[in-house]
């Protein structure tokens, strides 16, 4: 008997914010993969086995959902936000690629999520308005050398830049570096925005600059958004015009 495997996110945190989608995935598991507390936002269910791992082991847990799927189990891999940004489902494609060629035709299916990004520019307002792009802080898998490149080019081309993994413990000092790349292209009046927790009832916010912007601020749980040079703020709010050259006149 073949079985399936889904990859889901559970969304930025907020049960509301998990797809109607992702909840009909998850109550047919039989099986769910994943970090503990990404696994710990879905509601227990009688017979349904639980399989939670550390965090850095994401090919081991790709390969593991994998062998469970082709025993014929009902495997759902659980990630947070969407499982396609900076999660899972790369994981699992990976594990494919480098494993049991039987794997290719089990029934895969990924479930698209809101990811951190959207959730923290709807705390604010619309920062992502015009184009943007996300980068990803964490060297654990390309070089530094490649992110400080890639920094340069979208403060270049005037992204606004989403920000995703900008410390943990073991890399306390990468934003206050990013934020030098960033400051040798783009002026220091720009809008940056640290959203801790966004999507949550815990969700924090704070507004400034560029110039001003203090590293230190950021952990795990913070998206950072540094805004194009026509990103601006109204009252409370920050957006990102539409248009190239700012508002209508
Ligand atoms: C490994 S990435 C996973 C991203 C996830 N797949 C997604 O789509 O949101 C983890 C990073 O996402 C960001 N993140 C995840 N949830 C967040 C939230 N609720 N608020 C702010 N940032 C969040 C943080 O930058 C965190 O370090």
Redesign the pocket.
Known sequence: MIGSLVIV?TG??KPELMTPATEAVLAKATDLVGYGPYLDRVPPRNGQRRHASDNRVELDRARHALTLAASGRDVVVV?????G???MAAAVFEAIEMGDPAWQALDIRVEP?V??ML??AAEVGAPLGGDFCAISLSDNLKSWATIERRLKAAAEADFVIAL???ASKARPHQLAQAFDVLRSVKSGATPVLF??????AEAKVLTTTLAAADASVAD????VIVGASTTRTVGRWVYTPRREHGTAS
């Open positions: 996110g930025p945190g990630s947070g936000g969407d499982p940004v900076f999660a999520g990811t951190a959730a923290a995703y993994n900008p959203v801790r927790a966004a999507g949550t795990m749980r913070t998206l």
